[in-house]
Nanobody, 127 residues
Framework: QVQLVESGGGLVQAGGSLRLSCAAS????????MGWFRQAPGKEREFVGG????????RYADSVKGRFTISRDNAKNTVYLQMNSLKSEDTAVYYC????????????????????WGQGTQVTVSS
């Protein structure tokens, strides 16, 4: 089992940047593919980006491609989400998630494929 704790959320103006971090503890971090999801008020939780166990493969939602970058540091048991050119529609609670049992190059993109979740961190983008 793995425990996940997100940090780095906050209030930022449109066009600005934030970097979210997700620290993992428990089982070996490199055993998990990792993902970021978000949930805005009144909306379903949606996939933002994911990264394979090795870090060699990434996938993004179309809405964030070219603006967000996911990365991981297996030595620090941490996954990051660098968010640039933020828009008001990026406002949401952002969740980190871990997916076990993947081949080293695979990235899951759906909610039900992830096994463990953090508590979330609020990101608010003011226009």
């Amino acid at each position: 089992q793995v425990q996940l704790v997100e940090s780095g959320g906050g209030l930022v103006q449109a066009g600005g940047s934030l970097r979210l971090s997700c620290a993992a503890s428990g089982r070996t971090f490199s055993s998990y593919a990792m993902g970021w999801f978000r949930q805005a008020p009144g909306k379903e939780r949606e996939f933002v980006g994911g990264i394979s166990r090795s870090g060699g493969s990434t996938r993004y939602a179309d809405s964030v491609k070219g603006r967000f970058t996911i990365s991981r540091d297996n030595a620090k048991n941490t996954v990051y989400l660098q968010m640039n050119s933020l828009k008001s529609e990026d406002t949401a609670v952002y969740y980190c998630a871990a997916d076990e049992g993947r081949f080293s190059f695979e990235v899951a993109t759906t909610l039900t494929e992830y096994d463990y979740w953090g508590q979330g961190t609020q990101v608010t983008v003011s226009s």
